[in-house]
T-cell receptor, first 116, second 114 residues
């Protein structure tokens, strides 16, 4: 079974609108972390946001927020007020801390295009 | 502050040739990783290391070997390159001492095997 599933290969959003990128995960590890990374066309991997499995509140970083639904094993990224510079690939990732010490698993990514 | 540095950035090999990708980090991180990125498949873990002198297999280890003789360096070797190993390779490192423990990535190395 895949550890991380991103079901949206590509998405379009109008500039200044909000967009949600879906991510579901599969783990039996009680201690894990969830991450989102952005990969612009230049290729570098940029860390956006983190959510720990024991965190009670959803993580936020500027225009990024992580909608963490633990029972449903989902960790969706919400980007508010989209900008043209948000056009990129977005990867969801999970780190299992207990059973697979510090291994990180990535999803297949979602390519976001922001339209002017 | 260099962070994570990969060399070379680009390489073209013929089938059967060997090569080594070097990853160096200057952040004193304990954990280091090699991933490959292929279209539609995201990043897949090849090998990783939880400390100097230790290595472990990831999801797609076949055809690759690694070594971590020094804490700051993590080498990825291809003994006999195959066209299926054409990919973009990313090295990353992490450290438990940060609040999030996120991965820090190198810029990637694009390898083409003809």
């Amino acid at each position: 079974a895949q550890k991380i599933t991103q079901t949206q290969p590509g998405m379009f959003v109008q500039e200044k609108e909000a967009v949600t990128l879906d991510c579901t995960y599969d783990t039996s590890d009680p201690s894990y972390g969830l991450f989102w990374y952005k990969q612009p066309s230049s290729g570098e991997m940029i860390f956006l946001i983190y959510q720990g499995s024991y965190d009670q509140q959803n993580a936020t970083e500027g225009r990024y927020s992580l909608n963490f639904q633990k029972a449903r094993k989902s960790a969706n990224l919400v980007i508010s007020a989209s900008q043209l510079g948000d056009s990129a690939m977005y990867f969801c990732a999970m780190r299992e801390a207990l059973y697979n010490f510090n291994k990180f698993y990535f999803g297949s990514g979602t390519k976001l295009n922001v339209k002017p | 502050n260099a962070g994570v540095t990969q060399t070379p950035k680009f390489r073209v090999l013929k089938t059967g040739q060997s090569m080594t990708l070097l990853c160096a980090q200057d952040m004193n991180h304990e954990y280091m990783y090699w991933y490959r990125q292929d279209p539609g498949m995201g990043l897949r873990l090849i090998h990783y290391s939880v400390g100097e002198g230790t290595t472990a297999k990831g999801e797609v280890p076949d055809g690759y070997n690694v070594s971590r003789l020094k804490k700051q360096n993590f080498l990825l070797g291809l003994e006999s390159a195959a066209p299926s190993q054409t990919s973009v390779y990313f090295c990353a490192s992490s450290y438990e001492g940060t609040p999030t423990g996120e991965l820090f990535f190198g810029e990637g190395s694009r390898l083409t095997v003809l």
